[in-house]
């Protein structure tokens, strides 16, 4: 199957994301681990996420899925059951690592194991840790998907984290709630904190100072009501569309603006973005809509403490940078090499049948942007991301592109190409 798509003159309308793929993921984890109920609204009902459902049933978790919202009757930090089969997390390497933490302190042993893609992600990061506090974990070759995880004492650790990532950060974190003793973690950079934040509303005493986060055991958790605002990434779409498309001018509401998720806005400003952000409200996660509208975008650096905070984002920011005057230079960038697909190796490839001039470095790419660009036939390489990129650049394309096997957009966002051809409609 493809996805045909052509240039268009200009995208206009409102639109709504769906929910945040990392907050509704750990609101059913920690929902199934609080005592109590919880209503999760927002919640984005994408592969990645039901994947996670599927796990916690399987564990013997009541979750219901209706119209408006996900219900999950919690049952505490100790009341998981022995799935039967195996843990299957599709294609979600945020199921797969934070479950293998919580996994890591249960009374069973149980098996995880993903997809094509989540056979080859890297699991040592998260084997290493989760083994120094005392966790029995079995992956093939040592650190790959098939996991069996075998029933273990923990204690806490103190660990510095070789990578900025949420997911081992995350999953650290969710085996801590099971040690004998504190946890904390030190990140080289701050990654996304949505595990901390939802940590502390169920009532864990959890203390975050720069880098270091401290986790004390708590005896139990409260379930608390959930409301998933909509995804930074998913928006990054339509922000780029919205910039690179002439005569553009979106608005996406409720969207979450978490200071770790907001490198997205800080790249686009420092390359000549208009976007403006209206109506911010919010208390355990910053919301607000986003005014976006065509500019004139110029070449920038993208490195460091940002990398992060935008690491979904960049292979949409690479066809903004296609579209800049100038040169942009990703670098710091090497996780993006492990992700769904190698996003710098697969990005480098799609955006060069455009005509665009793009270098793969080892960190990172280098775009020089700035020149018409042509469509042309894209892969998606099963990755989502890539798709959804490939897709937003084909708007600003002459002629016509096709996007191979688009239905990988189900991952984080079923109706992206509806929601597309709504925004072209209406200009
Ligand atoms: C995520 C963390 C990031 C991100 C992923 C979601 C999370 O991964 O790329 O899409 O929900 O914690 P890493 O932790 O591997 O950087």
Request: charged residues 20%; contains cysteine.
């Amino acid at each position: 199957m493809t996805e045909l798509i052509s240039s268009v003159s200009g995208l206009r309308g409102t639109v709504t994301v769906p929910g945040d793929k990392s907050i509704s993921h750990r609101a059913v984890m920690l929902g199934a681990l609080s005592n109590g109920t919880t209503h999760i609204t927002g919640f984005l009902m994408g592969e990645d996420c039901l994947s996670t459902i599927a796990c916690f049933r399987r564990m013997g978790v009541d979750i219901q899925i209706t119209d408006s919202e996900v219900v999950v009757h919690g049952v505490g930090l100790h009341g998981l059951q022995a799935p039967t089969e195996l843990l299957y997390t599709g294609n979600s390497g945020t199921t797969t690592r934070l479950l293998c933490g919580i996994l890591s302190g249960q009374p069973f042993s149980s098996t995880l194991n993903g997809d094509a893609s989540i056979q080859k992600r890297p699991m040592g990061r998260i084997i290493r840790p989760l083994t120094q506090m005392g966790a029995n974990i079995q992956g093939k070759n040592g650190n790959l998907c098939p996991l069996t995880v075998s029933p273990a004492s923990l204690h806490g650790i103190r660990y510095e984290m070789p990578v900025a990532s949420a997911q081992l950060k995350s999953s650290i974190l969710l085996a801590g709630l099971y040690a004998d003793g504190k946890t904390t973690v030190i990140e080289p950079a701050p990654s996304r904190d949505h595990t901390e934040r939802m940590l502390r509303g169920l009532g864990a005493d959890i203390q975050t100072e720069g880098t270091v986060i401290t986790l004390t055991p708590p005896d139990d958790l409260t379930a608390v009501d959930v409301a998933v605002p909509g995804d930074i990434s998913s928006a990054a779409y339509f922000l780029v569309a919205g910039l690179i498309v002439p005569n553009s001018e979106i608005l996406i509401q409720n969207v979450g603006v978490n200071p770790t998720r907001t490198g997205i806005l800080d790249a686009l400003e420092a390359m000549g973005a208009d976007i403006t952000r209206v109506n911010e409200r919010g208390d355990v996660e910053p919301v607000c809509d986003l005014l976006v509208r065509s500019s004139k975008l110029h070449g920038t650096t993208i490195g460091g403490d940002l990398i992060p905070r935008l690491i979904d984002e960049i292979p949409v920011l690479a066809v903004a940078a296609a579209f800049a005057e100038g040169e942009t230079i990703f670098c710091d960038a090497q996780e993006l090499k492990v992700k769904e697909s190698n996003r710098i190796a697969t990005m480098t490839a799609e955006l060069s049948k455009t005509g665009a001039d793009i270098t793969e470095t080892e960190d990172g790419m280098i775009v020089r942007g700035g020149k018409p660009l042509h469509g042309g036939d894209f892969a998606s390489y099963a990755d989502h991301r890539v798709a959804m990129s490939m897709a937003v650049c084909a708007l600003a394309c002459e002629g016509q592109s096709e996007i191979d096997d688009p239905n990988c957009v189900a991952i984080s966002y079923p109706d992206f190409f509806s929601t597309l051809s709504a925004l072209e409609a209406n200009s």
